[in-house]
Protein backbone atom coordinates (compact mmCIF):
# COMPACT_ATOMS: atom_id res chain seq x y z
CA UNK A 1 0.00 0.00 0.00
CA UNK A 2 1.45 3.34 -1.28
CA UNK A 3 2.27 5.78 1.88
CA UNK A 4 1.02 9.32 2.05
CA UNK A 5 3.59 11.54 1.80
CA UNK A 6 3.73 15.62 3.45
CA UNK A 7 6.59 17.97 3.20
CA UNK A 8 8.07 20.64 5.45
CA UNK A 9 10.06 24.01 4.31
CA UNK A 10 12.25 25.91 6.73
CA UNK A 11 12.77 28.84 4.93
CA UNK A 12 15.68 30.45 7.24
CA UNK A 13 18.08 33.54 7.10
CA UNK A 14 20.49 31.47 5.02
CA UNK A 15 18.46 28.78 3.12
CA UNK A 16 15.33 26.89 1.89
CA UNK A 17 15.18 23.70 3.14
CA UNK A 18 12.57 21.29 2.08
CA UNK A 19 12.09 17.48 3.99
CA UNK A 20 9.51 15.43 2.45
CA UNK A 21 8.35 12.54 5.18
CA UNK A 22 5.79 9.37 5.67
CA UNK A 23 3.32 10.93 7.53
CA UNK A 24 2.47 8.32 9.25
CA UNK A 25 6.01 7.72 11.40
CA UNK A 26 7.78 11.21 10.02
CA UNK A 27 10.63 9.18 8.13
CA UNK A 28 12.19 11.45 5.80
CA UNK A 29 12.13 10.22 2.53
CA UNK A 30 14.11 12.49 0.64
CA UNK A 31 15.71 16.05 1.16
CA UNK A 32 17.01 18.90 -0.44
CA UNK A 33 17.97 22.72 0.16
CA UNK A 34 18.92 26.19 -1.72
CA UNK A 35 21.09 29.37 -0.72
CA UNK A 36 19.56 32.60 0.37
CA UNK A 37 21.14 35.86 0.32
CA UNK A 38 23.57 36.71 3.14
CA UNK A 39 21.96 40.31 4.75
CA UNK A 40 19.68 41.69 7.01
CA UNK A 41 17.01 42.80 4.35
CA UNK A 42 16.46 40.70 1.20
CA UNK A 43 14.05 40.88 -1.54
CA UNK A 44 11.19 38.39 -0.46
CA UNK A 45 11.74 37.27 -4.21
CA UNK A 46 14.94 35.17 -3.69
CA UNK A 47 13.04 33.35 -0.86
CA UNK A 48 10.44 32.06 -4.06
CA UNK A 49 13.84 31.84 -6.18
CA UNK A 50 15.63 29.15 -3.70
CA UNK A 51 12.14 27.11 -2.43
CA UNK A 52 11.64 26.56 -6.64
CA UNK A 53 14.86 25.35 -6.90
CA UNK A 54 14.73 23.47 -3.50
CA UNK A 55 10.94 21.94 -5.19
CA UNK A 56 12.81 21.25 -8.61
CA UNK A 57 13.70 17.77 -9.78
CA UNK A 58 10.65 15.86 -8.68
CA UNK A 59 11.10 17.04 -4.87
CA UNK A 60 7.24 17.09 -4.11
CA UNK A 61 6.19 14.63 -6.12
CA UNK A 62 3.43 12.32 -4.81
CA UNK A 63 3.44 14.90 -1.69
CA UNK A 64 -0.19 15.09 -0.24
CA UNK A 65 0.51 18.24 2.23
CA UNK A 66 3.09 20.73 2.71
CA UNK A 67 3.16 23.51 5.35
CA UNK A 68 6.21 26.42 5.78
CA UNK A 69 8.44 27.00 9.11
CA UNK A 70 10.00 30.54 8.58
CA UNK A 71 12.63 32.93 10.23
CA UNK A 72 10.34 35.10 12.47
CA UNK A 73 9.50 39.26 12.61
CA UNK A 74 10.83 39.87 9.14
CA UNK A 75 8.93 42.23 7.54
CA UNK A 76 7.54 41.94 4.05
CA UNK A 77 5.68 45.07 2.59
CA UNK A 78 2.88 45.05 0.04
CA UNK A 79 1.18 47.40 -1.79
CA UNK A 80 -2.49 46.94 -2.91
CA UNK A 81 -1.48 44.72 -6.13
CA UNK A 82 -0.15 42.56 -3.80
CA UNK A 83 3.89 43.76 -5.05
CA UNK A 84 6.67 44.13 -3.27
CA UNK A 85 7.02 47.47 -2.10
CA UNK A 86 10.71 47.31 -1.05
CA UNK A 87 13.49 44.67 0.64
CA UNK A 88 12.21 42.76 3.56
CA UNK A 89 13.94 43.67 6.78
CA UNK A 90 14.79 40.71 8.74
CA UNK A 91 14.79 39.97 12.30
CA UNK A 92 18.46 40.64 12.70
CA UNK A 93 18.36 44.40 11.27
CA UNK A 94 18.52 46.48 14.50
CA UNK A 95 18.11 49.79 12.63
CA UNK A 96 14.62 49.55 14.36
CA UNK A 97 16.37 49.84 17.66
CA UNK A 98 15.53 53.83 18.53
CA UNK A 99 11.67 52.98 16.95
CA UNK A 100 11.15 50.14 19.41
CA UNK A 101 11.89 52.36 22.33
CA UNK A 102 10.39 55.29 21.27
CA UNK A 103 7.23 52.48 20.81
CA UNK A 104 7.76 51.00 24.23
CA UNK A 105 7.90 54.84 25.74
CA UNK A 106 4.76 56.14 23.88
CA UNK A 107 2.62 53.37 25.30
CA UNK A 108 3.43 53.66 28.51
CA UNK A 109 6.17 51.36 29.35
CA UNK A 110 7.31 47.79 29.20
CA UNK A 111 3.95 46.70 31.35
CA UNK A 112 1.93 48.04 29.10
CA UNK A 113 2.89 46.16 26.46
CA UNK A 114 3.10 42.86 28.07
CA UNK A 115 -0.66 43.17 29.68
CA UNK A 116 -1.44 44.04 25.49
CA UNK A 117 0.47 41.05 23.69
CA UNK A 118 2.94 39.40 26.23
CA UNK A 119 6.45 41.05 24.69
CA UNK A 120 8.20 44.09 24.73
CA UNK A 121 8.82 44.79 21.67
CA UNK A 122 12.59 45.33 20.55
CA UNK A 123 14.42 45.65 17.18
CA UNK A 124 14.01 42.59 16.24
CA UNK A 125 10.16 42.91 16.12
CA UNK A 126 7.99 43.50 13.24
CA UNK A 127 5.90 46.19 14.91
CA UNK A 128 9.45 48.60 15.65
CA UNK A 129 10.41 47.89 11.74
CA UNK A 130 7.03 49.34 10.74
CA UNK A 131 7.85 52.40 12.63
CA UNK A 132 11.04 52.84 11.27
CA UNK A 133 9.28 52.53 7.90
CA UNK A 134 7.06 55.26 8.26
CA UNK A 135 9.83 57.42 10.00
CA UNK A 136 12.65 56.77 7.34
CA UNK A 137 11.13 55.60 4.60
CA UNK A 138 7.44 58.11 4.51
CA UNK A 139 6.88 56.90 0.44
CA UNK A 140 6.95 53.25 1.10
CA UNK A 141 5.05 53.36 4.20
CA UNK A 142 2.48 55.43 1.71
CA UNK A 143 2.75 52.59 -0.68
CA UNK A 144 2.24 49.43 1.94
CA UNK A 145 -0.96 48.66 2.61
CA UNK A 146 -0.26 45.40 3.51
CA UNK A 147 2.48 43.64 6.12
CA UNK A 148 2.90 40.04 5.68
CA UNK A 149 6.05 37.75 7.75
CA UNK A 150 8.24 35.55 5.63
CA UNK A 151 6.22 32.36 6.17
CA UNK A 152 3.09 34.08 5.32
CA UNK A 153 4.85 35.65 2.16
CA UNK A 154 6.13 32.00 0.58
CA UNK A 155 2.73 30.31 1.98
CA UNK A 156 1.42 32.47 -0.22
CA UNK A 157 3.96 32.11 -2.94
CA UNK A 158 3.17 28.67 -3.00
CA UNK A 159 -0.88 28.93 -3.24
CA UNK A 160 -0.41 31.97 -5.95
CA UNK A 161 1.56 29.66 -8.69
CA UNK A 162 -0.95 26.78 -7.66
CA UNK A 163 -4.36 28.90 -8.31
CA UNK A 164 -5.40 28.41 -4.61
CA UNK A 165 -4.80 31.49 -3.55
CA UNK A 166 -7.31 33.37 -1.58
CA UNK A 167 -5.80 35.41 1.13
CA UNK A 168 -2.85 35.96 2.82
CA UNK A 169 -2.77 33.97 5.69
CA UNK A 170 -0.80 33.26 9.13
CA UNK A 171 -0.69 31.51 12.29
CA UNK A 172 -0.46 32.07 16.16
CA UNK A 173 3.07 31.07 16.36
CA UNK A 174 4.53 33.61 14.30
CA UNK A 175 1.80 36.21 14.59
CA UNK A 176 3.03 36.43 18.02
CA UNK A 177 6.22 37.69 17.44
CA UNK A 178 5.00 40.42 15.51
CA UNK A 179 4.54 42.92 18.59
CA UNK A 180 0.47 43.70 17.20
CA UNK A 181 -1.16 40.00 17.56
CA UNK A 182 -1.99 39.45 21.15
CA UNK A 183 -1.39 35.52 22.06
CA UNK A 184 -3.74 36.26 25.65
CA UNK A 185 -6.65 37.70 23.57
CA UNK A 186 -6.09 35.90 20.43
CA UNK A 187 -6.26 39.06 18.23
CA UNK A 188 -4.47 41.98 16.51
CA UNK A 189 -4.21 45.34 18.64
CA UNK A 190 -5.25 47.95 15.87
CA UNK A 191 -4.34 50.29 18.31
CA UNK A 192 -0.59 49.35 18.32
CA UNK A 193 -0.52 48.79 14.29
CA UNK A 194 -1.75 52.57 14.38
CA UNK A 195 0.72 53.57 16.74
CA UNK A 196 3.96 52.11 14.95
CA UNK A 197 2.59 52.46 10.85
CA UNK A 198 0.72 56.05 11.27
CA UNK A 199 -2.57 53.85 9.90
CA UNK A 200 -4.45 50.76 9.44
CA UNK A 201 -2.47 47.91 7.86
CA UNK A 202 -4.63 44.51 6.19
CA UNK A 203 -3.09 41.63 7.85
CA UNK A 204 -3.33 38.29 7.35
CA UNK A 205 -5.66 36.04 8.99
CA UNK A 206 -4.10 34.20 11.57
CA UNK A 207 -5.22 30.37 11.18
CA UNK A 208 -6.46 27.85 13.52
CA UNK A 209 -3.53 25.84 14.46
CA UNK A 210 -4.73 22.64 12.08
CA UNK A 211 -6.52 24.59 9.54
CA UNK A 212 -5.83 24.91 6.13
CA UNK A 213 -4.37 27.73 4.10
CA UNK A 214 -5.29 26.39 0.88
CA UNK A 215 -4.34 23.69 -1.61
CA UNK A 216 -2.44 24.24 -5.03
CA UNK A 217 -4.42 23.02 -8.55
CA UNK A 218 -1.98 19.95 -8.50
CA UNK A 219 -3.74 18.91 -5.41
CA UNK A 220 -1.69 20.04 -2.57
CA UNK A 221 -3.13 20.62 0.97
CA UNK A 222 -0.91 23.78 2.20
CA UNK A 223 -1.41 24.07 6.05
CA UNK A 224 -1.08 27.90 8.26
CA UNK A 225 3.00 27.11 8.48
CA UNK A 226 4.83 29.05 11.52
CA UNK A 227 7.74 30.73 12.63
CA UNK A 228 11.27 28.28 13.06
CA UNK A 229 10.96 28.26 16.94
CA UNK A 230 7.76 26.86 16.93
CA UNK A 231 8.36 24.44 14.07
CA UNK A 232 11.05 23.38 15.77
CA UNK A 233 9.22 22.65 18.77
CA UNK A 234 6.63 20.98 17.21
CA UNK A 235 9.05 18.40 15.80
CA UNK A 236 10.63 17.90 19.27
CA UNK A 237 7.25 17.27 21.29
CA UNK A 238 8.99 19.05 24.41
CA UNK A 239 8.32 17.35 28.07
CA UNK A 240 7.77 19.50 31.30
CA UNK A 241 10.99 20.58 32.07
CA UNK A 242 12.38 20.15 28.72
CA UNK A 243 14.14 24.10 27.01
CA UNK A 244 15.69 24.38 23.80
CA UNK A 245 18.64 25.97 23.20
CA UNK A 246 19.26 26.37 19.44
CA UNK A 247 22.81 27.15 18.29
CA UNK A 248 22.09 28.45 14.56
CA UNK A 249 22.11 31.64 13.44
CA UNK A 250 20.67 33.34 16.55
CA UNK A 251 20.41 31.73 20.27
CA UNK A 252 17.38 30.91 21.42
CA UNK A 253 16.07 29.26 24.70
CA UNK A 254 12.44 28.28 24.81
CA UNK A 255 9.65 25.90 26.09
CA UNK A 256 6.48 24.58 26.32
CA UNK A 257 4.52 26.84 28.75
CA UNK A 258 0.52 26.31 29.71
CA UNK A 259 0.17 30.44 29.96
CA UNK A 260 1.72 33.78 28.89
CA UNK A 261 4.99 34.41 30.24
CA UNK A 262 4.38 37.99 31.69
CA UNK A 263 8.03 39.06 31.61
CA UNK A 264 7.85 43.32 31.47
CA UNK A 265 12.03 43.24 31.75
CA UNK A 266 11.73 42.01 27.98
CA UNK A 267 14.37 39.16 28.82
CA UNK A 268 11.63 37.02 27.76
CA UNK A 269 9.13 36.85 24.97
CA UNK A 270 5.59 35.41 25.49
CA UNK A 271 5.42 34.29 22.13
CA UNK A 272 2.30 31.67 21.54
CA UNK A 273 3.43 27.98 20.20
CA UNK A 274 1.86 26.02 16.86
CA UNK A 275 -0.51 24.02 18.80
CA UNK A 276 -2.36 26.29 20.96
CA UNK A 277 -0.65 26.90 24.10
CA UNK A 278 2.53 29.44 24.40
CA UNK A 279 6.42 29.10 23.83
CA UNK A 280 8.48 31.42 25.90
CA UNK A 281 11.41 32.37 24.68
CA UNK A 282 15.06 34.10 25.39
CA UNK A 283 16.81 35.25 22.00
CA UNK A 284 20.42 36.21 21.55
CA UNK A 285 21.41 37.69 17.96
CA UNK A 286 24.91 35.62 18.63
CA UNK A 287 25.30 31.87 18.25
CA UNK A 288 26.85 29.82 16.01
CA UNK A 289 28.73 32.55 14.38
CA UNK A 290 30.89 33.32 17.40
CA UNK A 291 32.34 30.32 16.71
CA UNK A 292 33.13 30.26 13.70
CA UNK A 293 34.70 34.60 14.06
CA UNK A 294 36.95 32.51 17.29
CA UNK A 295 38.58 29.91 14.37
CA UNK A 296 38.90 32.84 11.69
CA UNK A 297 40.38 34.99 14.80
CA UNK A 298 42.73 31.96 15.55
CA UNK A 299 43.62 30.87 12.01
CA UNK A 300 41.80 27.52 12.25
CA UNK A 301 38.94 25.69 11.72
CA UNK A 302 35.79 24.89 13.89
CA UNK A 303 37.22 21.56 14.28
CA UNK A 304 40.45 23.21 15.62
CA UNK A 305 38.47 25.46 17.28
CA UNK A 306 37.31 22.59 19.19
CA UNK A 307 40.41 20.93 20.03
CA UNK A 308 42.10 24.28 21.45
CA UNK A 309 38.77 24.76 23.63
CA UNK A 310 38.70 21.34 25.03
CA UNK A 311 42.54 21.60 25.91
CA UNK A 312 41.97 24.76 28.18
CA UNK A 313 40.81 24.84 31.80
CA UNK A 314 36.98 25.13 33.02
CA UNK A 315 36.89 29.15 32.97
CA UNK A 316 39.92 29.47 30.57
CA UNK A 317 42.41 31.47 33.85
CA UNK A 318 39.66 33.93 33.92
CA UNK A 319 39.86 35.23 30.48
CA UNK A 320 35.89 36.23 29.65
CA UNK A 321 34.22 37.16 26.18
CA UNK A 322 30.96 39.12 25.62
CA UNK A 323 29.94 37.59 22.82
CA UNK A 324 27.95 40.51 20.99
CA UNK A 325 29.70 40.78 17.53
CA UNK A 326 26.79 41.43 15.88
CA UNK A 327 24.74 43.98 18.30
CA UNK A 328 22.65 41.66 20.67
CA UNK A 329 18.82 41.73 20.69
CA UNK A 330 18.86 39.92 24.65
CA UNK A 331 20.12 41.65 26.72
CA UNK A 332 18.94 44.80 24.47
CA UNK A 333 22.36 46.16 23.22
CA UNK A 334 22.02 46.61 19.48
CA UNK A 335 25.04 48.81 19.01
CA UNK A 336 27.21 46.65 21.66
CA UNK A 337 30.41 44.87 20.57
CA UNK A 338 32.34 42.16 21.40
CA UNK A 339 34.41 42.46 24.60
CA UNK A 340 37.54 40.65 25.74
CA UNK A 341 38.06 40.51 29.85
CA UNK A 342 40.34 39.37 32.15
CA UNK A 343 43.42 39.06 29.67
CA UNK A 344 46.76 38.04 31.25
CA UNK A 345 50.21 37.42 30.54
CA UNK A 346 49.69 34.09 31.65
CA UNK A 347 46.02 33.69 30.19
CA UNK A 348 46.76 34.80 26.85
CA UNK A 349 46.96 31.83 24.68
CA UNK A 350 44.97 30.50 21.93
CA UNK A 351 43.15 27.72 23.75
CA UNK A 352 41.95 30.15 26.56
CA UNK A 353 40.86 32.56 23.88
CA UNK A 354 39.26 29.33 21.88
CA UNK A 355 37.42 28.28 24.94
CA UNK A 356 36.04 31.98 25.99
CA UNK A 357 34.88 32.00 23.46
CA UNK A 358 32.43 28.75 23.35
CA UNK A 359 32.10 29.59 27.60
CA UNK A 360 30.80 33.12 26.44
CA UNK A 361 28.51 32.36 23.64
CA UNK A 362 26.63 29.23 25.94
CA UNK A 363 26.52 31.91 29.16
CA UNK A 364 25.06 34.02 26.89
CA UNK A 365 22.35 31.62 26.88
CA UNK A 366 22.28 30.17 30.37
CA UNK A 367 20.99 33.85 31.22
CA UNK A 368 18.04 32.12 29.09
CA UNK A 369 17.34 29.34 31.56
CA UNK A 370 17.49 31.52 34.46
CA UNK A 371 14.61 34.06 32.98
CA UNK A 372 12.52 30.79 31.76
CA UNK A 373 12.99 30.35 35.49
CA UNK A 374 11.75 33.67 36.48
CA UNK A 375 8.43 33.56 34.64
CA UNK A 376 7.56 30.45 36.04
CA UNK A 377 8.99 27.78 33.84
CA UNK A 378 10.49 25.15 35.03
CA UNK A 379 13.91 24.23 33.64
CA UNK A 380 15.56 20.50 33.97
CA UNK A 381 17.10 19.69 31.06
CA UNK A 382 18.30 21.19 27.72
CA UNK A 383 17.67 19.60 24.41
CA UNK A 384 20.58 21.10 22.15
CA UNK A 385 19.95 21.82 18.37
CA UNK A 386 21.45 23.97 15.50
CA UNK A 387 24.88 23.83 13.51
CA UNK A 388 26.50 24.97 16.46
CA UNK A 389 25.51 21.63 18.87
CA UNK A 390 27.94 19.43 16.53
CA UNK A 391 30.72 21.17 18.18
CA UNK A 392 32.91 18.50 20.06
CA UNK A 393 33.57 21.77 22.49
CA UNK A 394 29.88 23.05 23.01
CA UNK A 395 28.48 19.19 23.46
CA UNK A 396 31.36 18.76 26.28
CA UNK A 397 30.98 22.52 27.90
CA UNK A 398 27.44 23.21 27.44
CA UNK A 399 26.11 21.26 31.10
CA UNK A 400 28.75 23.05 32.89
CA UNK A 401 27.77 26.36 31.57
CA UNK A 402 23.94 25.87 31.09
CA UNK A 403 23.54 24.28 34.60
CA UNK A 404 21.67 21.28 33.46
CA UNK A 405 21.95 18.14 32.12
CA UNK A 406 21.98 18.43 28.00
CA UNK A 407 20.62 16.17 25.66
CA UNK A 408 21.99 15.85 21.61
CA UNK A 409 18.77 14.68 19.38
CA UNK A 410 20.72 13.11 16.20
CA UNK A 411 21.22 15.86 13.65
CA UNK A 412 18.26 16.73 11.79
CA UNK A 413 16.67 19.99 10.15
CA UNK A 414 13.84 20.13 12.98
CA UNK A 415 11.90 23.50 11.63
CA UNK A 416 11.86 21.41 8.46
CA UNK A 417 10.56 18.41 10.44
CA UNK A 418 8.05 20.50 12.54
CA UNK A 419 6.31 22.37 9.30
CA UNK A 420 6.08 18.27 7.81
CA UNK A 421 4.26 17.54 10.99
CA UNK A 422 1.84 20.20 11.29
CA UNK A 423 1.17 19.08 7.42
CA UNK A 424 0.05 15.91 8.39
CA UNK A 425 -1.53 17.00 11.10
CA UNK A 426 -3.95 19.18 9.04
CA UNK A 427 -4.07 16.61 6.36
CA UNK A 428 -5.16 14.17 8.94
CA UNK A 429 -8.48 16.45 9.71
CA UNK A 430 -6.95 17.75 13.40
CA UNK A 431 -7.41 16.01 16.53
CA UNK A 432 -4.05 14.48 18.11
CA UNK A 433 -1.05 14.99 16.44
CA UNK A 434 0.71 12.50 14.64
CA UNK A 435 3.03 10.55 17.15
CA UNK A 436 6.17 11.19 15.45
CA UNK A 437 8.95 11.43 18.46
CA UNK A 438 12.58 12.68 18.02
CA UNK A 439 15.00 10.22 20.34
CA UNK A 440 17.46 12.29 22.65
CA UNK A 441 20.87 10.22 21.33
CA UNK A 442 23.52 11.65 23.12
CA UNK A 443 23.12 12.46 27.27
CA UNK A 444 25.75 14.83 28.72
CA UNK A 445 25.09 14.56 32.47
CA UNK A 446 25.71 17.59 34.72
CA UNK A 447 29.55 17.74 35.95
CA UNK A 448 30.23 17.89 40.02
CA UNK A 449 31.83 20.70 41.55
CA UNK A 450 30.95 24.47 40.95
CA UNK A 451 32.81 25.77 37.65
CA UNK A 452 30.04 26.52 36.14
CA UNK A 453 28.39 28.90 38.58
CA UNK A 454 32.03 30.66 38.67
CA UNK A 455 31.94 30.68 34.81
CA UNK A 456 28.41 32.33 34.88
CA UNK A 457 29.46 34.22 37.92
CA UNK A 458 32.60 35.81 36.16
CA UNK A 459 30.40 36.61 32.84
CA UNK A 460 27.63 38.12 34.93
CA UNK A 461 30.06 40.65 36.60
CA UNK A 462 32.00 41.69 33.43
CA UNK A 463 28.92 42.21 31.22
CA UNK A 464 27.75 44.41 34.37
CA UNK A 465 31.00 46.06 34.62
CA UNK A 466 31.15 46.41 30.80
CA UNK A 467 27.18 47.71 29.98
CA UNK A 468 26.31 48.43 33.74
Known amino acids: MPRT ?13 IVVCDADTGEVVRESRAAHPDGTEVSADHWWTAYEQAASDGMLEGVSALAVGGQQHGMVTLDGDDKLVRDALLWNDVR ?31 VAKVRWLAEHEPEHAARTERVVLPHDWLTGRILQSGNGFERWTTDRGDASGTGYWSPVTGTYQDELVRLAAG ?3 DLPQVLAPDAAAGRTDSGILVAPGTGDNMAAALS ?40 GGHLPLMCTLNAARVLS ?3 AMLGTDLAGLDRLALAASPGAEGLVLLPYLDGERTPNLPEATGSLGGLTRSNATPENL ?53 SVPDSAEYVALGAARQAAWVLSGGGDLPPWSVDAHTTIDLPSGDDGARIRDRYDAFRHTVHG
Open 199 to 201: KAL
Open 5 to 17: LVAGVDSSTQSCK
Open 96 to 126: SAEAAADLVRELGGPQAWVDRVDVVPLAAFT
Open 236 to 275: LGLEAGDAVVSLGTSGTVYAAHERPSGDPTGAVAGFADAT
Open 293 to 295: AAA
Open 354 to 406: ARACVEGMLANLAAGITDLRAVGVPVERALLIGGAAASAAVRAIAPMVLGVPV
